[in-house]
C-alpha cells in the first residue's frame, strides 16, 4: 500500500492491529474503535503513536471526547459509492475540532481525491495502480470551487463579494 | 438571464478538460468500466439500448436562443437531429458516441451550459416554474435562489456521493407549476410577517416503486439560512440513508422510517450545531445574482385589442390556442406562450433540429431571446406581446409547433420507455401516440386533464400523478399496462392509486375511453377528474373498464 499525504507517495509506516491480534508494545499503531473501547485506557503508556480506524457508520460525536489521544484517523470508503465519510470528516474537523492527520482508507480512487481534501482528509491509501504524477494532478484539476469546505481555498460566493465594489 | 462570469467559465472549462482526461484513461484501459461509470454519470453520459445518451441539463429550465441554437447544431452534428426533453427540464441526446463527448460537452461550455450531475447518486438539475419571472401570480422570481442552489450543489464536495439522486424543486407562486410535493426536497418560497423572504421546506417526496409526497420539515428558514439548512438535511441524509438497497435509498425512506417530525427534529439538531455563518447567504449577493434576471426592457405600448379580438374571432383555431397555450404576464401587454412539443400521433418531447432553430429565431424576434423548457416536456417563451401572437401561432402552425392542447388530454407527459431505455420494462411512446389519437377529437369536451405514462417503476414519466397514470410492467414477457387513477401534481398532490389488473397494450386506448366516458358522465361543473374521482371513488370506474375487458 502507498501512501500520498500533500502530494507525495510513501509507504505507510502505520501498523494496523487487526482485533483479535496482540497489541505490539511499541511502535505506531491503529486499532478499531471497538478495540480502543475494550482497551483504551491500558494503550497510553506505550511508546508509538496511536491512531484509530472508524467504520463510516459510527458518529463522530462518538468518538469527540476521545480525540486528544489519537495522532492519526483512518476512515474508510468500503466502496467510493458510499459517501458517508465525507461528512465523518467534515464533523471531525469542525464541530469536533480534530486536528491531526485524517486519513481515507479502502476504495480510495484518483478522481474522489479533490473531494476528499476538501473534506478534510490530508492522507489517502491509494492502491499500487498509483502514479505519483496523476495522483498529484488529481488536486489541480479545479480552482474554482462554489462550497466553503475544509480545505480553506477561496470559494465562490466569497470571491464574488469581496470583489463587488 | 442569468450569465456566466469568470469563475462560471473556468469551472466548465476546468470540467471539460477532467473529463477528457478520464475518457483518454478510460479508453487507455487506466480505468475500469466499473470505475467510469459513476465519472461519466456525472456528466450525464448513459450507456442505452442502441448507443450512449447524453443528457444536458437546462438549469431550472431557462435558457435562450443562443443555447437553443447549440443544441440544434449538436444534434445534427452528433446525433440524429433530434433530441427529447425531458420531465426534468433537461435534454436528451439518444444516439451518441463516446470518444465525442468532451467534444460536445466543450460546445456546451462555450455557450454556458454542461451536463454535469443530470445523473448519478448527487444532485440532480434544480428545477422551477417555466414561467419564473414572468407569472401573474408569483411572489418573488425563483430563479436566482435555482442558480444559486445550482453553483452550491454542483460538485459539492461532501455531498457528491449520496445513497441515491437528490432533487430539489423550487416554486414562488400561488399555484405550483413545479410538481414541488414529489422533489426530494421542495422548497416553497415565502414571506413572513415581516415581509421577509424565505422558504417552506419539504423533504422525502420521490415517485419510483415506492411513490410519496414530501412533509414541511420547517415553515419557514430565512433565506440566509438556506444553504446552511440544506446542507443539514443532506448531511442527515448522507449519513443515514439506506445504502443497502437501492429501491430504499432515497431520502423519501429515511424521512417516511424516521417519520418526519423525528427527520426535522434531526435536521435542526444537525443544523443548530453546524456553522451557518460560514455558508450564510447575505442579501447583496442575493440582490447581485438576481440583478442577472432584471425583466427586460418591455414595449408598454397598449395592444391594440380591437384588433386582437378581430383575430381571434375570425380564426377558431387561433382562439383555441389562445385559450390553450397562453397564460397570463406579469405585464398586461404581455403572455406566456407555451409551445407544445405534444403533436398528436407524435414522440411527446421530441424536437427537430429545425424546430429549434426556429424556436431560437421566434426568441429572438418576440421573447428577448429566452425559452424556457417545462416538467410537461413542453417550451415556454415568456415574454410575448399580444399583438403578436396571431404571426406566431401562425408560423408555429407551419412547422408543427402549434398544437393547442396545453394540459389536455393529448398534451401526455411520456417517458421513453422500450425505445431507448435500458431500464424500461414496456414500451411507452407508442401507447402515447395511440392515445392522443384516438383522444384528439374529444379534447375539447374532455377539458383538462392529464395522462402520464412511464415505461417501468422508476416513473419518469411522473405515472403516479397523472390523473389516470399509465405504467408499462413486463408480465411473463408480455408487455402490459397498470392503471392508476386520481393523481394529481401541483397544490393538491395526489398519488395516484391502481385500479386494478394491469391492461394488454391493445386494450389500453379503448379502457381508457371507457375511464373518460364515466368521467363524462359523472362529474360536476368545474370537477377536474383527480375531483371526481375522490367524490365518487374507484367503483364506478372498475366495473365500467372492467366489465368491458
Ligand atoms: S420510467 Fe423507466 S423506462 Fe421510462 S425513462 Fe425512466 S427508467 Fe426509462
Same mark, same amino acid.
Given at each position: 500500500m502507498l501512501l500520498?499525504?500533500?502530494?507525495?507517495?510513501?509507504?505507510?509506516?502505520?501498523?494496523?492491529?487487526?482485533?483479535?491480534?496482540?497489541?505490539?508494545?511499541?511502535?505506531?499503531?491503529?486499532?478499531?474503535?471497538?478495540?480502543?473501547?475494550?482497551?483504551?485506557?491500558?494503550?497510553?503508556?506505550?511508546?508509538?503513536?496511536?491512531?484509530?480506524r472508524l467504520d463510516n457508520t459510527t458518529a463522530p460525536a462518538d468518538v469527540a471526547p476521545?480525540?486528544?489521544?489519537?495522532?492519526?484517523?483512518?476512515?474508510?470508503?468500503?466502496?467510493?459509492?458510499?459517501?458517508?465519510?465525507?461528512?465523518?470528516?467534515?464533523?471531525?474537523?469542525?464541530?469536533?475540532?480534530?486536528?491531526?492527520?485524517?486519513?481515507?482508507?479502502?476504495?480510495?480512487?484518483?478522481?474522489?481525491?479533490?473531494?476528499?481534501?476538501?473534506?478534510g482528509f490530508n492522507s489517502f491509501i491509494v492502491g499500487e495502480r498509483a502514479v505519483k504524477e496523476d495522483w498529484a494532478k488529481a488536486f489541480g484539476e479545479f480552482d474554482v470551487f462554489y462550497q466553503t469546505a475544509q480545505d480553506g481555498r477561496p470559494w465562490v460566493m466569497r470571491q464574488r463579494l469581496n470583489a463587488a465594489p | 438571464m442569468y450569465r456566466y462570469d469568470d469563475f462560471d467559465h473556468r469551472f466548465v472549462d476546468e470540467r471539460v478538460a477532467q473529463y477528457r482526461d478520464q475518457v483518454r484513461?478510460?479508453?487507455?484501459?487506466?480505468?475500469?468500466?466499473?470505475?467510469?461509470?459513476?465519472?461519466?454519470?456525472?456528466?450525464?453520459?448513459?450507456?442505452?439500448?442502441?448507443? *450512449?445518451?447524453?443528457?444536458?441539463?437546462?438549469?431550472?429550465?431557462?435558457?435562450? &436562443?443562443?443555447?437553443?441554437?447549440?443544441?440544434?447544431?449538436?444534434?445534427?452534428? *452528433?446525433?440524429?437531429?433530434?433530441?427529447?426533453?425531458?420531465?426534468?427540464?433537461?435534454?436528451?441526446?439518444?444516439?451518441?458516441?463516446?470518444? @465525442?463527448t468532451p467534444d460536445i460537452l466543450a460546445e456546451l461550455a462555450s455557450v454556458e451550459m454542461h451536463a454535469i450531475q443530470t445523473s448519478g447518486n448527487s444532485f440532480r438539475n434544480t428545477t422551477t416554474d417555466p414561467f419564473a419571472g414572468v407569472a401573474h401570480d408569483e411572489i418573488e422570481?425563483?430563479?436566482? *435562489?435555482?442558480?444559486?442552489?445550482?453553483?452550491?450543489?454542483?460538485?459539492?464536495?461532501?455531498?457528491?456521493?449520496?445513497?441515491?439522486?437528490?432533487?430539489?424543486?423550487?416554486?414562488? &407562486?400561488?399555484? @405550483?407549476?413545479?410538481?414541488?410535493?414529489?422533489?426530494?426536497?421542495?422548497?416553497?418560497?415565502?414571506?413572513?410577517?415581516?415581509?421577509?423572504?424565505?422558504?417552506?421546506?419539504m423533504a422525502g417526496g420521490g415517485l419510483g416503486r415506492t411513490p410519496l409526497l414530501s412533509h414541511t420539515i420547517k415553515p419557514f428558514v430565512a433565506r440566509r439560512d438556506l444553504l446552511s439548512y440544506l446542507?443539514?438535511?443532506?448531511?442527515?441524509?448522507?449519513?443515514?440513508?439506506?445504502?443497502?438497497?437501492?429501491?430504499?435509498?432515497?431520502?423519501?425512506?429515511?424521512?417516511?422510517?424516521?417519520?418526519?417530525?423525528?427527520?426535522?427534529e434531526e435536521v435542526e439538531a444537525e443544523w443548530l450545531a453546524s456553522d451557518r455563518e460560514a455558508a450564510a447567504l447575505p442579501d447583496n449577493y442575493v440582490?447581485?445574482?438576481a440583478s442577472a434576471f432584471a425583466l427586460p426592457a418591455y414595449d408598454n405600448t397598449p395592444v391594440d385589442e380591437a384588433a386582437f379580438?378581430? @383575430?381571434?374571432?375570425?380564426?377558431?383555431?387561433?382562439?383555441?390556442?389562445?385559450?390553450?397555450?397562453?397564460?397570463?404576464?406579469?405585464?398586461?401587454?404581455?403572455?406566456?406562450?407555451?409551445? &407544445?412539443?405534444?403533436?398528436?400521433?407524435?414522440?411527446?418531447?421530441?424536437?427537430?433540429? @429545425?424546430?429549434?432553430?426556429?424556436?431560437?429565431?421566434?426568441?429572438?424576434?418576440?421573447?428577448?431571446?429566452?425559452?424556457?423548457?417545462?416538467?410537461?416536456?413542453?417550451?415556454?417563451?415568456?415574454?410575448?406581446?399580444?399583438?403578436?401572437?396571431?404571426?406566431?401561432?401562425?408560423?408555429?402552425?407551419?412547422?408543427?409547433?402549434?398544437?393547442?392542447?396545453?394540459?389536455?388530454?393529448?398534451?401526455?407527459?411520456?417517458?421513453?420507455?422500450?425505445?431507448?431505455?435500458?431500464?424500461?420494462?414496456?414500451?411507452?411512446?407508442?401507447?402515447?401516440?395511440?392515445l392522443a389519437r384516438h383522444m384528439a377529437a374529444k379534447e375539447e369536451a374532455i377539458g383538462t386533464f392529464n395522462i402520464k405514462i412511464s415505461g417501468c417503476i422508476n416513473a419518469c414519466g411522473h405515472h403516479h400523478l397523472g390523473h389516470i397514470g399509465i405504467l408499462g410492467v413486463d408480465k411473463n414477457g408480455e408487455e402490459v399496462y397498470q392503471i392508476t387513477l386520481g393523481g394529481d401534481a401541483g397544490n393538491n398532490a395526489a398519488v395516484g392509486t391502481i385500479i386494478g389488473p394491469a391492461l394488454k397494450s391493445d386494450a389500453v386506448t379503448g379502457g381508457i375511453d371507457t375511464l373518460i366516458d364515466v368521467y363524462l358522465k359523472l362529474r360536476q361543473d368545474g370537477e377536474r377528474f383527480p375531483d371526481t374521482y375522490r367524490r365518487i371513488g374507484a367503483k364506478p370506474f372498475k366495473e365500467a373498464l372492467y366489465a368491458v375487458a
Open positions: 500520498l499525504e500533500d502530494g507525495t507517495l510513501r509507504e505507510d509506516g502505520w501498523h494496523h492491529v487487526a482485533d483479535d491480534e496482540a497489541i505490539p508494545a511499541s511502535g505506531d499503531i491503529t486499532v478499531s474503535f471497538t478495540r480502543w473501547k475494550e482497551v483504551g485506557a491500558t494503550l497510553n503508556g506505550r511508546s508509538g503513536k496511536l491512531g484509530l476521545d480525540l486528544s489521544h489519537f495522532q492519526l484517523i483512518v476512515l474508510n470508503f468500503p466502496k467510493f459509492t458510499d459517501g458517508r465519510a465525507y461528512s465523518q470528516a467534515r464533523l471531525l474537523r469542525t464541530r469536533h475540532g480534530y486536528k491531526g492527520e485524517l486519513r481515507a482508507g479502502g476504495n480510495v480512487l484518483r478522481d474522489q481525491l479533490l473531494f476528499m481534501r476538501r473534506c | 484513461r478510460r479508453l487507455a484501459g487506466q480505468l475500469t468500466e466499473d470505475e467510469f461509470k459513476p465519472l461519466r454519470l456525472m456528466n450525464g453520459l448513459y450507456l442505452q439500448m442502441h448507443a *450512449y445518451m447524453l443528457r444536458i441539463a437546462i438549469p431550472y429550465g431557462a435558457f435562450d &436562443s443562443a443555447k437553443m441554437r447549440k443544441l440544434a447544431h449538436i444534434t445534427r452534428k *452528433y446525433d440524429r437531429g433530434y433530441g427529447h426533453f425531458t420531465t426534468r427540464q433537461n435534454l436528451q441526446l439518444n444516439w451518441i458516441k463516446l470518444e @465525442d422570481d425563483p430563479r436566482p *435562489y435555482a442558480e444559486i442552489l445550482r453553483q452550491w450543489s454542483t460538485l459539492h464536495p461532501e455531498f457528491s456521493f449520496l445513497p441515491r439522486k437528490f432533487k430539489i424543486a423550487v416554486s414562488a &407562486s400561488t399555484e @405550483d407549476r413545479a410538481a414541488v410535493k414529489m422533489h426530494d426536497v421542495g422548497l416553497y418560497l415565502r414571506r413572513n410577517d415581516k415581509g421577509e423572504v424565505g422558504f417552506e421546506v446542507e443539514a438535511v443532506l448531511r442527515v441524509y448522507n449519513q443515514y440513508g439506506r445504502r443497502d438497497n437501492i429501491y430504499k435509498a432515497r431520502i423519501k425512506i429515511l424521512v417516511q422510517s424516521l417519520g418526519a417530525k423525528k427527520f426535522a440582490r447581485e445574482i379580438k378581430r @383575430d381571434a374571432a375570425a380564426n377558431p383555431a387561433f382562439a383555441r390556442w389562445l385559450r390553450r397555450n397562453t397564460f397570463g404576464h406579469k405585464s398586461s401587454n404581455h403572455a406566456v406562450v407555451t409551445i &407544445s412539443l405534444k403533436p398528436v400521433g407524435e414522440t411527446p418531447g421530441d424536437c427537430s433540429a @429545425d424546430q429549434m432553430d426556429l424556436v431560437a429565431d421566434l426568441a429572438d424576434e418576440l421573447s428577448f431571446g429566452e425559452i424556457r423548457a417545462a416538467y410537461e416536456q413542453n417550451l415556454v417563451l415568456p415574454h410575448v406581446r399580444r399583438d403578436a401572437l396571431f404571426g406566431l401561432w401562425k408560423r408555429l402552425e407551419a412547422a408543427g409547433l402549434g398544437t393547442a392542447n396545453i394540459g389536455q388530454i393529448t398534451d401526455i407527459i411520456c417517458c421513453p420507455g422500450m425505445d431507448y431505455c435500458s431500464l424500461a420494462t414496456a414500451r411507452s411512446i407508442p401507447i402515447a401516440q395511440d
